[in-house]
């Protein structure tokens, strides 16, 4: 199994990134996704996830609004649309893989993640 994440990079506030999550080793059409991140001194927080043929999706509070994720499973690639960018979404982003179809039956691997950070 493996998710490699990419996508990440320094915007002002008010902008935009797209992460992607680069899928591999698995079925990927048989599984959830989705998106963590974690600050310095926090603990990580789920902020996205995806249903494996993409009908559900959930989102933090703290993202909905702002944040859309998307997947293509031919692609086997999974997505995060950021906008409206703010400084506390200034964090590490990993991607996830499910442990089943929908995102309630959790996470069982994790990429390295890509680094987002939002300041002028």
């Known amino acids: 199994v493996q998710v490699v994440e990419s996508g990440g990079g320094l915007v002002q506030p008010g902008g935009s990134l797209r992460l992607s999550c680069a899928a591999s080793g698995f079925a990927f059409r048989s599984y959830a996704m989705s998106w963590y991140r974690q600050a310095p001194g926090k603990e990580r927080e789920l902020v996205a996830s995806i249903s494996n043929a993409g009908g559900i999706t959930n989102y933090a509070d703290s993202v909905k609004g702002r944040f859309t994720i998307s997947r293509n499973n031919a692609m086997t690639t999974v997505w995060l649309q950021m906008n409206s960018l703010k400084p506390e979404d200034t964090a590490m982003y990993y991607c996830?893989?499910?442990?089943?179809?929908?995102?309630?039956?959790?996470?069982?691997?994790w990429g390295q993640g890509t680094q987002v950070t939002v300041s002028s």
């Open positions: 996830a893989k499910g442990r089943g179809i929908i995102p309630a039956h959790g996470w069982d691997y």
